[in-house]
């Protein structure tokens, strides 16, 4: 394949991207919509399944990562980590892109889905991932009691100490509410493996992971 310099390939992955668009900048410290005081809303259980919420740039990458991973009966790409309501695609606001991970908790822990948020980004960038930059793309990983807020401490602590001076720069936030995204946004990257972000930007994303957690992939019956 032709190689192109850097700087035009990423101009023309924002230009066909289209979706994810909406960065927020005028959030210049995304602290600031952090809501780190508030009490964690707990989830209900249903049929067995759990739900686990994670951000890490664009919703479309991380949706199709946890929809390959064993025991996620399904990933859901929206929005939250902010205060304003209804949140939508052109107005998404201070929220950032979130995905919703239905998991069944006798086959995948809510410990090994927080390594597999991990290690499928770029821990230290700050507000983004790859070429996705602003407050929307920003990583936030959310727990909804005090067991899973320990698991994600004791995690960012050991991973820290492994950084040499840099930091994790994912928020840690009490879950509030989750937004559903809309409806083409959904399986996007199945749906659509045509698109140049998907082809550029997910796949070699999701094709790293893959290769970091071969043990936690489905199998082609699952």
């Given at each position: 394949m032709k190689k192109?310099?850097?700087?035009i390939v990423t101009l023309i992955l924002f230009a066909l991207h289209g979706a994810c668009k909406p960065s927020n900048d005028t959030n210049k410290e995304a602290e600031a919509v952090a809501q780190k005081t508030q009490t964690p809303v707990q989830t209900e259980s249903q049929d067995g399944?759990?739900?686990?919420?994670?951000?890490?740039?664009?919703?479309?990458?991380?949706?199709?990562?946890?929809?390959?991973?064993?025991?996620?009966?399904?990933?859901?790409?929206?929005?939250s980590g902010g205060k304003t309501p209804?949140?939508?695609?052109?107005?998404?606001?201070?929220?950032?892109?979130?995905?919703?991970?239905?998991?069944?908790?006798?086959?995948?822990?809510?410990?090994?889905?927080?390594?597999?948020?991990?290690?499928?980004q770029n821990i230290t960038q700050v507000n983004g991932q790859g070429p996705d930059r602003g407050t929307s793309y920003r990583s936030i990983i959310f727990y909804q009691n005090d067991t899973e807020k320990k698991i994600i401490d004791e995690k960012i602590a050991e991973l820290n100490k492994q950084l040499n001076g840099d930091k994790v720069a994912a928020q840690v936030l009490p879950f509030q509410k989750f937004w559903k995204a809309e409806d083409y946004?959904?399986?996007?990257?199945?749906?659509?493996?045509?698109?140049?972000?998907?082809?550029?930007?997910?796949?070699?994303?999701?094709?790293?992971?893959?290769?970091?957690?071969?043990?936690?992939?489905?199998?082609?019956?699952?």
């Open positions: 192109y310099p850097i700087l399944l759990k739900k686990a919420y994670f951000a890490s740039g664009c919703f479309w990458c991380v949706e199709a990562i946890y929809e390959s991973v064993k025991g996620v009966k399904e990933a859901v790409s929206g929005y209804n949140p939508s695609y052109e107005n998404h606001a201070d929220h950032a892109e979130v995905v919703e991970v239905i998991y069944d908790p006798n086959v995948v822990s809510f410990g090994q889905l927080v390594d597999v948020y991990f290690g499928s946004h959904q399986d996007y990257e199945k749906n659509n493996p045509g698109n140049p972000y998907i082809q550029n930007v997910s796949v070699p994303r999701i094709n790293k992971f893959r290769e970091k957690f071969p043990e936690l992939l489905k199998t082609e019956k699952e």
